[in-house]
């Protein structure tokens, strides 16, 4: 036997038999989590990638897209006179310590000027080792708040096989 059951919806009233209210409920009771099929709703949804990471989308600038690919570097056995030197000539506040392209320390005006050495005295000795990095798809705000938090002017870049690619500044402001 087959009971009318009377459904309010944002139309007005509508009636509606027992079984069709089963089937009605049997469909729209999925378990939380699951997302709607899109395709057989009928709704196609697009997001921005500033939408899919939560951010503005001016605050959606990859590390990549503003770091610089021309960087001095320096081997750890190069003499801290040659480094300053370096610094001198391209305006640099910090250098990037390497052995080829792997990446192995930071050296910095304010180590060189903690460290209180002589010019001959190797780069390794009074360089950061492990120094903090940052990827080419990393997002800009992400390096610039760990730049931030590590009282860092400058941070390394490193391709996605790990090796180094260049370096991002942080803007000197005034």
Do not use: W
Not at 5 to 18: I, N, P, Q, T
Not at 64 to 69: A, L, R
Not at 72 to 82: D, I, N, T
Not at 99 to 110: A, F, K, M, Q, V
């Amino acid at each position: 036997m087959l009971i009318p059951v009377e459904l309010v919806s944002g139309a007005g009233m509508e009636k509606r038999r027992e079984p069709e209210l089963r089937m009605a409920r049997k469909l729209d009771a999925r378990p939380p989590g699951i997302p709607i099929d899109r395709k057989r709703s009928g709704i196609q949804l697009e997001s921005t990638e500033a939408e899919q990471l939560g951010v503005l989308p001016d605050e959606c600038v990859r590390v990549k897209d503003s770091m610089s690919h021309q960087v001095p570097v320096v081997s750890p056995v190069s003499e801290v006179g040659e480094a300053v030197r370096l610094m001198k000539a391209f305006h640099l506040d910090t250098l990037l310590v390497c052995n080829e392209s792997t990446l192995i320390g930071t050296l910095c005006d304010r180590d060189i000027a903690l460290a209180n050495t002589l010019p001959s005295e190797a780069v390794h000795r009074i360089m950061v080792a492990d120094p903090s990095y940052c990827f080419e798809d990393d997002l800009l705000i992400d390096a610039d708040a760990l730049m931030r938090m590590r009282g860092l002017n400058a941070l390394p870049v490193k391709d996605s096989s790990g090796r180094l690619s260049g370096i991002v500044r942080r803007p000197l402001r005034g």
